[in-house]
Every structure is written in C-alpha cells, then in structure tokens.
C-alpha cells in the first residue's frame, strides 16, 4: 500500500513540473515574439522619426523690381540671394557647391510663396526655404563632422557656411508637412507619401467593392443553397487552395487577362484593385462561410416555420447576423491587401509615381511599393523616409484591425 | 451598407475614367531608374506636361514589353544598362516597332567595395576572375574547380583574408556587365583561354562567365543598400555594386583599385576604369507625337544642365559622356535618327 501511494506522489510531483515547465515555455514564447516586435519598433521610430522634421535656410529675397510673378527670374532671384548672403564666395566650383545648400526645388517654392502672398512682390522679404538632403542629414547628426574630408558628403568649405548660418540663426528645423502632402522625388528631402497613399487607397476601394459582394455571395450560395454533393466538395477545396497561392501568381494572372486581354490601362489602380480582389476573394468566402455557420439553425427553422422563403429568411435573418463576421473577414482579407507588393510588379505598379492619381485609371503606385523604392535608393536621407513610410503602413494597419474589432464588439450576438 | 459602398465606387470609377491624361510611360533597367526618374521630375516641373510614369523592370524586362507593338498602351521608352542586342531588335520589328531612336546617356562604373576599416585592395582583373570563377586554370592548359579560399593564394600581394563578395544576383544587370566586363577580361588574359573563344564561343563564354557557388560568391540580392550595410559590419567582406552607391556611402565603403586605377569620377569618365558600361535609353519613333511631350522630354534629357559634366544627372552618380559624344548623341536624338545595329 505504501509502496503505492509514494510512486503516486512521485508521479504526481513529476506531472506538476512538467506542466509548470510547460507554463514557462510558453511564457518564454510570449517573451520573445513581444521583444522582436519591440526591437523592431524601435528600431523603426528610431529611424523614421528623422523624418518627420526638415531643415529650412533663410534668405533675404530682393523682389523689389517685380510687379507680377511673370518677371521673376526664380533661378536667379535666388541664386543672387545666396551669393549675397556669402559675397566672400567667388571661385565658380564653390559658387556650385555653394548652390547645393539649397534643395534642387527652391525655385518653385520661390514662385509657391510668390503665389500665395503677392504682397510679396516689390518688397525685399526674408524667406525660408528647404535645405539639400545633405545639410538636412548633418543637421540630424546623421553626417560625422569628425571624419577625414574625403570620406565625408559634406566638405570643409560647406560645412563652414552651416556653420555661419547656425550662428546666424538663418537654419531652423520645422514640421515635414511634404512628407505627408507631396509626391515621391528623386530628392529625399522632397518626397512624400501622399501619391503613394492616394494610390493605396484607390486600389483597395476597388478590391473591396469588388470582393465583399462577390464573397458574400459565393460564400451564401454554398453555404445556404447548395446540397452538399462531390462539386461542393471540390469547389470547397479549391477555394481554400486558392487561399494559399502565393500573391504574384495572382499578379502574372492579372496581367495576363486584365491588361493583355481586355487592355486595361497599365500602373492603375483599377487592375490593381482587381488583382488584389482576386487575391482576398479567397479568404473573404472562407471567413463568410464560417460566419454562416455559426448562425444557429434555430433561425433559420424558425423563419422557416414562419412562412419566409429561403431567400427572405437568408436575407433579412441570417445574413444580418453574420455581417459583423464577415466584415471582419473582409477587413483582415483588405489589411493583408494593403500590405501586397509582389502581384504589383507585374501589372506595373512598381513605378516612380509624383503626380497624386486622378482617378482610377490614372498612373498610381501603393504604399509598400514606395517603401521597397525607397529602401533601393542610394541617397542616405531615403533611410527615414522608408521608416517613416513604414510607420504609416503600421499605423494604417492597426487602423483597419482595430476597426475590424470595434466592429465585431458592436454587432456581435450571443446565443 | 454594401449597396451604398458599390454605389459610391462606381461614381467614382465612372468619373476617374474621364480625369486620367495621357502621359510617357517609361520601363526598363534598375540601374538607370534612378537617372530616369530624376529626369521625369525635373520635365514634370517644368513644363506642362505630365510627369512620365517610370517602372523598374530591368533591362530585358523593359525590352520584351517595349518591343510587344506600336499600340498606345505599350511603352514609349525603355531603359537599358546594357545596348539592346539583335535578336531583341528582331522581336520589335517583327511586331511592328521598326524604328527606335537609340540615345546613350553617359557611364557607369561598376566597383568592388570593402569597408573603409580595412585595408584598400589592389586587384588586377586577372585576380578577380580566379578568385570568383566557377573553375580556373589547373596550369597544366585544364581546368579545374576553384580551389582558392583566400585572396594570397590568388595573388601572394593580396591579404591572407578569406575570399568572400558580395553581389548581385542573376537577373541583374550589374551581374551581367560584371561577368562581361571583369570576370572575362580576366580570364582572357590567359593565351590559351582566349584562343579558346574562336573555336568554342559558348565553352569560353561557361569558363569565363560562370561564378563560383561555393560560399565565396554570396548573391545578396538586388538592394544595393544592404550590401553596404554588411560590408560595413563584415571588414572582411568585399561588395559588388554600382558607383552611385560607393559615392553615397563614402564614410562607409571605400572602392577597390582595378587594373591600376581606383573608381573615381573623372578616372571613370575618362574610360580608364576598367569595369565601367554604357547606359541607353531606347526611344518608339511611332510614338512621338501620338503621346504628348516625347520629344520636349527627349530635350530635357539630352541638355547639357541634365546629362552634362555638370549637370544633375553628374550629382545622382551619372558619368558623363565626353563632349564630342554628347554633342552626337543630343543631335541624333534630336532628329530620332532610327537605330542600325552593326
């Protein structure tokens, strides 16, 4: 008897270790994904948050001889002020170095200010505008005033003229509002998201009025009419294949049929939105079926009973119950959109893009895309660029699952 | 809910039809997309035409699709870090593209980079073939696998550091010019090898283009940024990419000497820097005029302040051609004066 009872507690004691260990190890799990997410958010905001400000340089603009914006030579007008700004300047390669202080765009912002305050004309005012990516980058610390000249962007004499405008307090770091309003540029200190963002957003309207009805409706048609038979079965398998298909399939189809078939415009978000419909077809029927089903029977019976035909207890009972869980479904499906490069390629989304798409069948590009242009670029200033258009990819993100949670909460119905 | 949804997408879709404009749609080479696009930038500001669309798709990629027909909805111009072959030339006029205006913008110089912590190599294109080809010379007038594991056993001038470059992959234009231009300017500085390319073109072309794929040839994909990032972590490593990059990452990387001459700008420009290739773009002479602004963007690439010494093309890393060539090539591409190849 005794002898029993100890191999018991012997056993029993081995069963509380394993399962502690087992509470452990899946704690340690837990540790772990959350510190990779938290390294790699760091690291990102880190990186990105550079890219929320910009560097301005000011300059006194003589305007005085102008009366409409026709007579300003813009090039000139500050080229001159920069010259006057450092009279000491006058070998012609410092003259030149002395220029690309200045972003390559400082004339159009010249005639943007022109534009929105005329009163400017005739006077002499004091302007800011954006500095070159390089000064910007020094102003970030991101260039090592430290290292031997030749191995540095920026060379002793420019960086003597910084030096003379910080002392001058003509350098000032403002808000980055063109990172949020502006198209790509090839100068990192130009380039926004907005057109990026823009094509984005045209592209999932597309895909969402595409595939929400359609998924519904396959996913009702299987679910609620038809007898359960070998071709159910084998649509039913297919559709969870199709699923798992990786993207650019999805993408090499598109261009074969909607673009080469049909001519639709190549680099619009129309096909791409039509590639990504196909993609998220898939996992919407999937989530719209396993929303059906867990409308209980007793609905359905009871409209049914009632008198309502097939069609009538579907739609006024059955599909309103299960709309929050196919919303969702159709929320993560647009989420895992969102977030697609490779179909893109292939029907030529991956473009250099500055205008904001005009409509749907305009020339447009998508977020990640941007991201992957900008990671491939070699100016140094793009670096934040790509976090910080990776935060909002994350930030759009997190939007859209909140959204899809928020949802679900309202309009769930317990049984 | 979803009726409403439907509804607001099809006013939408119904009005974006009639907002789109016809604009230049540009495809082609990675290498020239960064040179292209700053171009499209500069004629989108400053004239009224609309900014070209401009896609990456490598050279080949850019070729096939420019050369599908004339229709409108085929591209207008192709980008290519290599010239466009006969075969390739063949297909386009077999489709209808007879007349393509060729225009070469300048050079860029391929470089094989370390970290600025260790020490600057001194390779002869000889060294580079036998340190990364396939299979080298046994001596014997053989071959045999690439035994070499460090750069001294190559060439006892050269640090005892184990052989590891870093490169792009196959589908890249960059690999191609490299395997032309250095891994073949290598190998044919053996007699026998080069003797070989008369009678056995496609032997010689296997034995002098093929990399090693033993570890010392690491293909670390397209972006030429992360190669940069891990040769500054790696002081061993060396890394192939294009000068634009070394230029950017100067505090980072610095290029090696090849053939007695390091990659500089003017050494580059000059044609002394051995692994340097020509850029192009390729113009549809059917297009212009049908598709709005070819011509003026034709202009604003062939102008001295883009493509010239100074020009802003010069600061993103493009190296000029020299004056004499510039002047021809803005004069043929000024009169689309059709491409013959030979």
């Known amino acids: 008897m005794t002898n029993l009872f100890t191999t018991a507690t012997g056993h029993l004691r081995a069963r509380h270790r394993a399962e502690w260990r087992f509470r452990w190890l899946g704690r340690l799990a837990i540790v772990f994904s959350l510190g990779f997410l938290l390294i790699m958010l760091v690291s990102i905001i880190s990186?990105?948050?550079?890219?929320?400000?910009?560097?301005?340089?000011?300059?006194?603009?003589?305007?005085?001889?102008?009366?409409?914006?026709?007579?300003?030579?813009?090039?000139?007008?500050?080229?001159?002020?920069?010259?006057?700004?450092?009279?000491?300047?006058?070998?012609?390669?410092?003259?030149?170095?002395?220029?690309?202080?200045?972003?390559?765009?400082?004339?159009?912002?010249?005639?943007?200010?022109?534009?929105?305050?005329?009163?400017?004309?005739?006077?002499?005012?004091?302007?800011?505008?954006?500095?070159?990516?390089?000064?910007?980058?020094?102003?970030?610390?991101?260039?090592?005033?430290?290292?031997?000249?030749?191995?540095?962007?920026?060379?002793?004499?420019?960086?003597?003229?910084?030096?003379?405008?910080?002392?001058?307090?003509?350098?000032?770091?403002?808000?980055n509002t063109a990172f949020f309003t502006s198209g790509d540029s090839r100068e990192p200190e130009l380039a926004g998201i907005f057109s990026a963002l823009i094509g984005s957003i045209l592209s999932l309207i597309v895909c969402f009025t595409l595939s929400f009805p359609l998924g519904?409706?396959?996913?009702?048609?299987?679910?609620?009419?038809?007898?359960?038979?070998?071709?159910?079965?084998?649509?039913?398998?297919?559709?969870?294949?199709?699923?798992?298909?990786?993207?650019?399939?999805?993408?090499?189809?598109?261009?074969?049929?909607?673009?080469?078939?049909?001519?639709?415009?190549?680099?619009?978000?129309?096909?791409?939105?039509?590639?990504?419909?196909?993609?998220?077809?898939p996992t919407i029927i999937i989530a719209s079926r396993a929303a059906l089903r867990s409308v209980p029977p007793s609905i359905r019976e009871a409209a049914l009973a009632m008198g309502a035909t097939r069609v009538q207890t579907t739609f006024h009972h059955v599909l309103p119950l299960a709309m929050p869980g196919m919303l969702t479904g159709a929320i993560v499906g647009m989420a895992r959109a969102?977030?697609?490069?490779?179909?893109?390629?292939?029907?030529?989304?991956?473009?250099?893009?500055?205008?904001?798409?005009?409509?749907?069948?305009?020339?447009?590009?998508?977020?990640?895309?941007?991201?992957?242009?900008?990671a491939d670029s070699p100016e140094r200033a793009f670096l934040e660029k790509t976090s910080a258009a990776i935060l909002v990819l994350l930030g759009l993100l997190v939007v859209m699952n909140i959204a899809a949670i928020v949802l679900r909460r309202k309009f769930e119905r317990r049984y | 809910?979803?009726?409403?949804?439907?509804?607001?997408?099809?006013?939408?879709?119904?009005?974006?039809?009639?907002?789109?404009?016809?604009?230049?749609?540009?495809?082609?080479?990675?290498?020239?997309?960064?040179?292209?696009?700053?171009?499209?930038?500069?004629?989108?500001?400053?004239?009224?035409?609309?900014?070209?669309?401009?896609?990456?798709?490598?050279?080949?990629?850019?070729?096939r699709l420019f050369c599908a027909g004339i229709e409108a909805d085929t591209p207008d111009i192709t980008n290519a870090s290599r010239r466009i072959k006969a075969s390739e030339v063949a297909r386009c006029a077999e489709n209808g593209v007879t007349d393509i205006t060729e225009v070469k913008i300048g050079y860029d110089g391929i470089v094989l980079a370390n970290s600025v912590e260790a020490v600057q190599f001194d390779l002869s294109l000889r060294d580079i073939f036998l340190a990364l080809a396939a299979n080298v010379p046994d001596g014997n007038g053989g071959t045999m696998p690439n035994p070499y594991e460090t750069w001294a056993e190559v060439n006892p001038a050269l640090p005892a550091i184990r052989i590891e470059v870093m490169g792009p992959p196959p589908t890249s234009g960059t690999r191609d010019a490299f395997a032309e231009l250095a891994m073949e300017g290598g190998c044919k500085t053996f007699d026998w090898i080069a003797d070989l390319k008369k009678e056995d073109k496609s032997a010689y072309k296997a034995l002098c283009h093929t990399l090693r794929e033993d570890g010392a040839y690491v293909e670390a994909g397209e972006n030429d940024n992360l190669i940069v990032q891990k040769l500054a972590a790696n002081p061993d490593a060396l890394g192939i990419f294009g000068y634009s990059f070394l230029e950017q990452n100067a505090d980072l990387v610095q290029g090696s000497i090849v053939g007695g001459v390091a990659p500089e700008f003017e050494a580059i420009a000059a044609g002394d820097y051995p692994v340097s290739r020509s850029l192009y773009f390729y113009v549809k002479n059917a297009h212009v005029g049908e598709v709005p602004g070819i011509a003026e963007f034709i202009a604003e690439f062939s102008n001295e302040d883009t493509w010239g010494e100074f020009g802003y093309l010069a600061e993103k890393g493009l190296i000029p051609m020299g004056e004499a060539e510039?002047?021809?090539?803005?004069?043929?591409?000024?009169?689309?004066?059709?491409?013959?190849l030979d």
């Open chain 1, 47 to 175: 990186l990105g948050k550079g890219a929320l400000s910009r560097t301005e340089i000011q300059l006194s603009i003589d305007l005085s001889a102008a009366s409409t914006l026709e007579d300003v030579d813009l090039k000139k007008t500050v080229r001159t002020a920069l010259f006057t700004t450092f009279p000491e300047v006058i070998e012609r390669s410092d003259k030149r170095a002395l220029l690309k202080l200045l972003s390559a765009d400082s004339s159009y912002e010249l005639a943007r200010m022109i534009e929105d305050n005329p009163a400017l004309l005739g006077q002499e005012p004091v302007l800011w505008f954006t500095a070159s990516d390089d000064i910007d980058m020094y102003e970030k610390g991101a260039i090592d005033a430290n290292l031997p000249e030749n191995r540095r962007r920026l060379k002793d004499t420019t960086l003597g003229w910084v030096r003379a405008l910080e002392s001058h307090d003509a350098l000032r770091s403002v808000f």
């Open chain 1, 216 to 281: 519904i409706m396959a996913a009702l048609s299987l679910e609620e009419f038809s007898k359960k038979s070998r071709w159910s079965d084998f649509i039913e398998v297919n559709i969870n294949n199709l699923a798992a298909v990786p993207s650019i399939v999805f993408g090499l189809l598109g261009m074969a049929i909607f673009l080469n078939v049909f001519g639709l415009p190549r680099s619009s978000p129309l096909v791409g939105g039509m590639v990504l419909a196909l993609m998220t077809l």
């Open chain 1, 338 to 374: 969102l977030g697609e490069t490779a179909p893109l390629i292939m029907i030529g989304m991956v473009a250099f893009i500055v205008d904001v798409p005009q409509g749907f069948t305009d020339a447009a590009t998508s977020l990640p895309v941007q991201i992957f242009l900008w």
């Open chain 2, 326 to 340: 510039r002047a021809q090539f803005a004069e043929d591409a000024a009169s689309l004066t059709p491409l013959s």
């Open chain 2, 1 to 63: 809910m979803t009726k409403t949804f439907t509804a607001i997408a099809l006013v939408a879709l119904t009005a974006g039809a009639a907002a789109a404009q016809e604009r230049i749609s540009i495809v082609g080479s990675s290498t020239v997309f960064p040179f292209s696009t700053t171009v499209a930038e500069h004629f989108g500001k400053a004239t009224d035409f609309a900014t070209p669309v401009v896609e990456s798709t490598g050279s080949g990629g850019g070729l």
